[in-house]
C-alpha cells in the first residue's frame, strides 16, 4: 500500500487492516476510514464510468459533496466512497453508469 | 501586498513570493552592532501587512516591538534582541531567522525553522539553498533544537559569512 | 426507519464554526446536536499541518489540527450537551414542516426537530475549465489534504499546483513534507493570491510559482499522466509556447465556492456576491439570516479564513442561544465582533469587507 512512511509533523494511527474486494480482487485497507482512501493506497484510481461518454472518473472533492466517487458498494449503487467507512469483507466494484438500485437491502 | 507587477524583473520576483531588496518588515540588522553581536541578531522577512503577530507576542525581550495592530508588519528593537531563536520556531510563516556574523572570520551561522525529513543531525553536512531554491552553498549543521516541542525544529547552520544574505534554507542530502 | 431526534439546537456542519457555534450555545445551557457527514468532526481543520496565523485568540502558532482537539475538548467539558453524530448528512429542509433530514451511512434516515439551527455547511473545491479536467487524479487541493495528512496515503508522485492562493501555496508545502514532488504552481494573475510568507517557504525549496501561467489541458487516457501549461499577457490571452509538464495529480486550488443547499430549501434572501465567492444568504450581525429559526457561519456564509470562521461560529452560537431563551454575556458579542472586525481590517480584508457589506441587513422584522 502507497502509505506516507515518515512524517515530519504527524503521527497517523491506523485503525485494524481488514480485507475487502474490489472488482473481485482481494485488497487490505483500514477498517473505519473511507474506502476510497484504501482504493488510492492500493493505487486504484478509477473508481467509476460515466453513463454517456463513458469517462473514467476517481475523486475529486473528499468531503461527499461533488459525486464524482461514487461506486457499487455490497450491490449499492451511487455510494460516496470518500466518506463511507471501510467494513472487512466489503465487496467494492466500479460502477459503470447509473447503477442499478437492489430491490431488497443486503 | 504592494507590487505594481508590471514586467519588471524584480517586481516579478518579488510578487511570486522572493524578497529582492530590503522592506519594512524585511530587513536586515544594523550593520556594525551586528559584526559584534554574540549570539546574532533577528533577520525577518514579513514584508506584507496580514493579520497576524505570534512573533511579537513570543518574544521575550520586547525585541519584535508588541504591535499596536495586527496588521502590523514586525519591526525590531535590536538592543533588546538576544538571538534566542523563539520567534524562528513560534512564526507560522516560517518567516523568522536569526544570523550571527561572530562565528569566524569567514563563517556565520544561521538559525532557520525546519519541518521536513529527513532531519538533519548535528556535524551532517547539507546543502545551502537561496529564496528561490538554487543551492549556493555547502554548510555544516551546528545545533539542532525544538524549542516549542512542536515539530517546528530550529537548526543552527554553519554557513559562508558573504552568502548571510541569501541562504534562507538547505536541504538534507542522506 | 422513521424517527425524530428533537434538539434545541441544530448545529449542521461540524467544522470550525460549526463546532464553535456548538461550544458557545452548550456554554450557554442549550442542548446541541451536530451532525456532521464526515467520519469524525473538525472539518478542514484536521488537515492543516500548519501553524495558524491571526492572534492568540485565534489560536496563532498552533497547528490547525490541534485547533480541532482543543474546540473538541471544550465541547467534551461540557458534558453530555452536545451531540456529534458523525458519519450522518443532512439530506433536505423541509420549511413547512421546519424539520430536517438526515441520512447516516447508506440506510439510516430519521428527521431532526430542532429549535433553531445553525448551518455551517463549509465550502467546496472549483473546477475550471479545461480538456480532460474530469479524469482521475485531478482532485481538489482539500481532497489532496484528506488523503496524505488524514489518512498518510501517497497522493501521487509529482504534482502540478493550479492556483496560488492560500490553499495552493499551503497545499503545495505539505506535499514537500509528506515527500511529493511539485512540478510547478500556476498562477494566471500577475501575484500569488495568497499571503507572501507562504510563497516565500515554498520557492526557497525550490518549487517554482509561475505567475501569468494556466492550465490548457490535462493529458492522459485513463488517468492522469502529464499537463500543458502556457503563459499568459495582461488580458488574459494565451501567449508564447505550450510547455508540458509531467505530473500524475493537478492539483485545484482555483477557489472555493459556499455549499448553501439548505439555505435555498429553507427559502432564506440570498444574493450572489463575486467577492464572497458565490451565492449566500443575507444576515444580520447575529449572522441570522431571513429564516428566524436559521443562522450561518463559516464559508457558507463567504469564503473567509478559519480564524473568521470560529469567531463567526462563536457569533452565531452565542446568538442562537440567546434567541432559545438561554443566559448569555453581551460582552463577548461585543468581544467576538471586535475579533472579526480586527481580522478583516487589514489589506488582505478588503476584499471581504466588500462583499460582506452587500449582504449584512440591519435587522429583520421578524
Redesign the interface.
Known amino acids: 500500500?502507497?502509505?506516507?512512511q515518515?512524517?515530519?509533523?504527524?503521527e497517523?494511527h491506523?485503525g485494524k487492516e481488514v480485507t475487502f474486494t474490489f472488482d473481485g480482487k482481494d485488497m487490505k485497507g483500514?477498517e473505519?476510514?473511507?474506502i476510497a482512501?484504501a482504493l488510492?493506497?492500493n493505487d486504484v484510481?478509477?473508481?467509476r464510468v460515466t453513463p454517456e461518454m463513458k469517462?473514467?472518473?476517481?475523486?475529486?472533492?473528499?468531503?461527499?459533496?461533488?459525486s464524482?466517487c461514487f461506486m457499487v458498494?455490497d450491490g449499492?449503487p451511487n455510494?460516496r466512497t470518500?466518506?463511507?467507512?471501510l467494513e472487512a469483507g466489503m465487496k467494492v466494484e466500479t460502477q459503470h453508469g447509473k447503477g442499478q438500485v437492489p430491490l431488497e437491502?443486503k | 501586498m504592494g507590487c505594481t507587477c508590471n514586467s519588471n524583473d524584480k517586481e516579478k520576483l518579488f510578487c511570486s513570493g522572493v524578497l529582492v531588496e530590503n522592506r519594512p518588515g524585511a530587513i536586515l540588522p544594523p550593520q556594525e552592532a551586528w559584526e559584534k553581536k554574540k549570539g546574532g541578531y533577528v533577520v525577518i522577512e514579513c514584508p506584507q501587512r496580514i493579520p497576524c503577530n505570534p512573533c511579537a507576542t513570543s518574544c521575550p525581550t520586547g525585541a519584535v516591538k508588541p504591535f499596536a495592530d495586527i496588521n502590523d508588519v514586525p519591526s525590531i528593537d535590536y538592543e533588546k534582541c538576544t538571538g534566542c531563536g523563539l520567534c524562528v520556531a513560534k512564526c507560522p510563516g516560517l518567516a523568522c531567522f536569526v544570523v550571527d556574523l561572530t562565528y569566524g572570520a569567514d563563517e556565520a551561522v544561521i538559525k532557520l525553522p525546519y519541518e521536513l525529513e529527513p532531519k538533519p543531525a548535528k556535524g551532517q553536512k547539507v546543502k545551502c539553498l537561496n529564496r528561490t531554491g538554487e543551492e549556493v552553498s555547502e554548510g555544516e549543521i551546528y545545533t539542532v533544537t525544538e524549542p516549542l516541542k512542536d515539530q517546528t525544529t530550529v537548526v543552527s547552520v554553519v554557513i559562508p559569512k558573504k552568502l548571510v544574505g541569501e541562504i534562507r534554507a538547505i536541504k538534507v542530502v542522506c | 426507519m422513521k424517527k425524530t431526534i428533537e434538539t434545541d439546537l441544530l448545529v449542521v456542519g461540524g467544522g470550525a464554526a460549526g463546532l464553535c457555534a456548538a461550544a458557545e450555545a452548550a456554554g450557554a445551557g442549550a442542548k446541541v446536536t451536530v451532525i456532521e457527514s464526515d467520519l469524525h468532526p473538525g472539518g478542514q481543520l484536521v488537515k492543516q499541518t500548519h501553524k495558524f496565523f491571526g492572534s492568540k485568540d485565534e489560536y496563532a502558532g498552533t497547528r490547525g489540527y490541534k485547533i480541532a482537539d482543543i474546540l473538541l475538548d471544550e465541547i467534551k467539558s461540557l458534558g453530555d450537551r452536545v451531540d456529534i453524530r458523525t458519519n450522518t448528512t443532512v439530506t433536505g429542509y423541509y420549511p413547512e414542516e421546519g424539520i430536517f433530514t438526515a441520512m447516516k451511512g447508506e440506510d439510516e434516515y430519521y428527521r431532526i426537530k430542532a429549535k433553531k439551527t445553525v448551518v455551517a455547511t463549509g465550502a467546496q473545491e472549483r473546477l475550471i475549465p479545461f480538456p480532460n479536467n474530469d479524469l482521475p487524479g485531478v482532485y481538489g487541493a482539500g481532497a489532496v489534504q484528506t488523503l496524505m495528512n488524514v489518512y498518510g496515503v501517497v497522493p501521487g508522485k509529482k504534482v502540478l499546483m493550479v492556483g496560488a492562493g492560500n490553499i495552493g501555496l499551503i497545499v503545495s508545502y505539505q506535499l514537500r513534507q509528506a515527500g511529493v514532488e511539485i512540478a510547478a504552481v500556476v498562477e494566471a494573475m500577475p501575484k500569488i493570491g495568497g499571503y507572501w510568507v507562504h510563497a516565500a517557504k515554498i520557492r526557497r525549496l525550490g518549487i517554482p510559482i509561475l505567475l501569468r501561467h494556466t492550465i490548457v489541458e490535462a493529458v492522459g487516457g485513463k488517468v492522469i499522466e502529464g499537463a500543458v501549461i502556457q503563459e499568459l499577457d495582461d488580458k488574459f490571452q494565451l501567449i508564447g509556447e505550450p510547455k508540458k509538464i509531467d505530473c500524475d495529480v493537478i492539483c485545484m486550488a482555483v477557489g472555493l465556492t459556499p455549499t448553501t443547499e439548505l439555505f435555498w430549501q429553507a427559502g432564506a434572501k440570498m444574493q450572489y456576491c463575486p467577492q464572497l465567492c458565490g451565492h449566500v444568504p443575507f444576515r444580520d450581525n447575529t449572522m441570522r439570516t431571513s429564516n428566524p429559526d436559521i443562522w450561518v457561519a463559516g464559508d457558507a456564509s463567504g469564503i473567509e479564513e478559519a480564524s473568521a470562521a470560529m469567531v463567526e461560529g462563536r457569533i452565531a452560537g452565542f446568538s442562537a442561544a440567546k434567541a432559545l431563551g438561554c443566559k448569555v454575556n453581551e460582552i463577548s458579542f461585543k468581544e467576538y465582533w471586535t475579533r472579526l472586525d480586527h481580522l478583516r481590517a487589514g489589506e488582505v480584508g478588503e476584499k471581504i469587507r466588500g462583499g460582506i457589506c452587500q449582504v449584512l441587513v440591519d435587522g429583520w422584522e421578524a
Open positions: 500500500m502507497e502509505l506516507i515518515k512524517h515530519p509533523i504527524l497517523f491506523h483500514f473505519g476510514e473511507p482512501m488510492h493506497a484510481r478509477i473508481y469517462r473514467p472518473r476517481g475523486f475529486f472533492c473528499a468531503i461527499g459533496k461533488c464524482s458498494v449499492v455510494v470518500c466518506v463511507t467507512p437491502a
